[in-house]
């Protein structure tokens, strides 16, 4: 996958800490977004910004924040882990938001809430 | 959103094309038809989309129907390595709350076999 990095790549929380999932791509794309992949399921899309500044809810947005200080980073924090929120977590981006741009997705954050 | 239909798995011997068809009949005229495949939890990887015309890069051939209401998915010689979950998505084109995001449906599980 062309140029999205995710850390950590495995984590496990306890049920009420908090913690930030990382994101960064050196595409310079100006659309980056959030999805979670529960078992059996397709991807939900959490949160997501089309430029620096600028963010918006998805579809599954409750207990996640985002910000978007920088094109390069678009860190997700969970503020108060629930065991709903084990999941694998994908970071995308894309040159802009424009259905013609094609978005690419990072490796993955495997997130366990016990 | 269009909703996409593929049929839930699909085999395919190694070497052979591998044909993954996709339907698509509530398509609007200026949403384009993504393609992405995802192996073992990994990160979903892009491999082509297209508008109207046919489309053919280093990964996949797109084959699209002219009344884009289906479309196909080629891989011109299949290998162990294709062996993925594939999803057909329809991305919409402009604004309102499904803009930007891809809708992963369940994908066609494609087997590939020695």
């Known amino acids: 996958n062309a140029g999205v990095t995710q850390t950590p790549k495995f984590q496990v929380l306890k049920t009420g800490q908090s913690m930030t999932l990382q994101c ?30 600028i963010t918006d809810q998805g579809e599954v947005p409750n207990g996640y924040n985002v910000s978007r200080s920088t094109t390069e980073d678009f860190p997700l924090r969970l503020l108060s882990a629930a065991p709903s929120q084990t999941s694998v977590y994908f970071c995308a981006s894309s040159y802009s938001i424009g259905s013609g741009n094609t978005i690419y997705f990072g490796e993955g954050s495997w997130l366990t809430v016990v | ?93 402009d604004g309102g709350t499904s803009y930007g995001k891809l809708t992963f449906g369940q994908g066609t599980i494609l087997t590939v076999h020695p």
């Open chain 1, 24 to 53: 960064a791509q050196d595409m310079n794309h100006e659309y980056m977004s959030w999805y979670r992949q529960d078992p059996g399921m397709g991807l939900r899309l959490i949160h997501y910004s089309v430029g620096a500044g």
């Open chain 2, 1 to 93: 959103d269009a909703k996409t239909t593929q049929p839930t798995s699909m085999d395919c011997a190694e070497g052979r094309a591998a044909n993954l068809p996709c339907n698509h009949s509530t398509i609007s005229g200026n949403e384009y038809v993504y393609w992405y495949r995802q192996i073992h939890s990994q990160g979903p990887q892009y491999i082509i989309h297209g508008l109207k015309n046919n489309e053919t890069n280093e990964m996949a051939s797109l084959i699209i129907t002219e009344d884009r209401k289906s479309s196909t998915l080629i891989l011109p010689h299949a290998t162990l390595r294709d062996t993925a979950v594939y999803y057909c998505i329809v991305r919409v084109a």
